[in-house]
Each structure stands twice: as C-alpha cells, then as structure tokens.
C-alpha cells in the first residue's frame, strides 16, 4: 500500500505582497481560502504573517485575532502560527505587552533569536500556552550567536518549557549539507542523514528546515535526508523544483510532498 507522504508547513505570505505576483494571498479571504486548499494538498501546519488593512505587518490582538477567527472559521484545522518579530512591531518591551494582550491566541509563535529580546518574548508565549519556533539563522552576518543564545536559554528555563520549543532553522548558505561530526555529539545515523554541525543535538521539541527564494529547495531537500520537519509557500519560495513560477501555496505544498519522506 502507497504511504502517505510526510506534511509540510506552509508560510501562506510572509514579506510578500502583491507586487510578487498573483500566489500572494492578501486580504484574510484570500488567506483563509489559500490556507484551506494548501492543508488539502498535504500541509500540517499554517504560518500567516497578519496584516493592517495598509498592508503593515503587525501583532496586535485587533489584528491578529481577527484572522485567526476567519482561518479557523473557513475550516482550517491544523496549528496555527503567527510570527512575533520586530518587523511588526520593533520596541521588545511593547512586542511582550501585544502578545500578553491577545483575546484569540495561535497555536504556535515565530521568534527571531537573532532579535533583541528574543528569551523574554518567547518566554511570554509559553506562559500563555503558545509553542515557539525558535527562528535560528545557520549562517550568515549573525554567526553563531543565535543559536548558542537559544540553547544557553532552553537550559534555563523548565523541561515542559523547553518541549514547547522548536527549532526553526533558516538555511542561508548554498552548500546545506555540512554533517554533523565529533565524538559523543551524535548517532552515526543523524551524521548521514547530513543535519548541519549546529544542530547535532536536537532539541526536545524538534527542528524545523527551512530556507528563502534560492535556498528554499535545498533547504527542503535536506529535511527530507534528515527527517526533520520542512517549511514552504509563497512565503518562502515563488518558484517550483524545475524553475516554474509557482501558482499558489498548494502547489508548493505538493511539490515539498514529492520530496519529503514518505511515513509508514
């Protein structure tokens, strides 16, 4: 019998707007009928970046409620995610102060690591009941930091804590495949599966792969050696494995499908 093949997370829009083309959903409508037709085509989980009715990015409860409120009213059953990031909202203190103060709450949260505030913010979100993607770049001008900043918090902070906490990798660089290596990090299985060196040991609530426009396939193609979960939509990627533009978040989402592991 054919397995099924393992679900991807859809970013439905992210930084894009309408200038990207006519895969970019926009109004909540578009958004929610998006979202419902890529959950069809396999997709486990939906992240959406709420917008004003200007087209600002932002996290405030009169927008981010709203939204949530059409997806879940239009039949989209999987986790919801919003991001909680300073391109919606730049002071740290007033970014805990909007998610303190969300009526209708997401299933899980983006945190940017690499973002002033990031611990305190993701700490907010846990004791209001909201996982975290923990948003770390494996490359790029930040460095390591990032990263050794989120595994110095997650050893801090309680075990339940922690297992609400997953790793969101972004792919930054071309070559995505460096393995993990060095006595006792990790089993000779993960190393072939070709994680990179950062995340020979991870964390209690998974790892998640995901990359941008050219990085995005590569991306995807080693979350489904690793086995960790995978990431795209119009958000991340405008273009098919062959080079096609992409006509919608469930096409992408099909295309990720074809590539990712199939479950017993």
Known sequence: MRTAARPAVVSLNGSRGAADGPAVPM???????????????GAAEVLVHPRTPCGRESISPRVVGPLLEVLRGAGVGVPLTVPASIGAEPDPAERRARVRAWTVLPDRAVVHFAEPGAAALALALLERGVAVDAVVPLAGPAGPEPLERLRSWLTRI?????????????????????????P?????????????????????????????DGASWPALRLAARSGTAARTGVGDVL?????????????????????LPREA
């Open 27 to 41: 109004s909540p409508q578009d958004l929610a009928d998006s979202a419902v037709r890529a959950v069809a085509a």
């Open 158 to 182: 309680p075990s339940a804590g922690a297992d609400g906490v997953r790793v969101a990798a972004e792919i930054t660089e071309s070559r995505t495949d460096t393995p993990c290596t060095g």
């Open 184 to 212: 006792g990090r990790t089993t000779g299985a993960v190393a072939r599966a070709g994680l990179p060196v950062g995340l020979c040991e991870p964390p209690p609530g998974g790892v998640l792969l995901f990359g941008r």
């Open 239 to 259: 273009h098919l494995p062959d080079g096609r533009p992409a006509r919608s978040n469930a096409e992408l989402v099909a295309a990720a499908r074809e590539l």
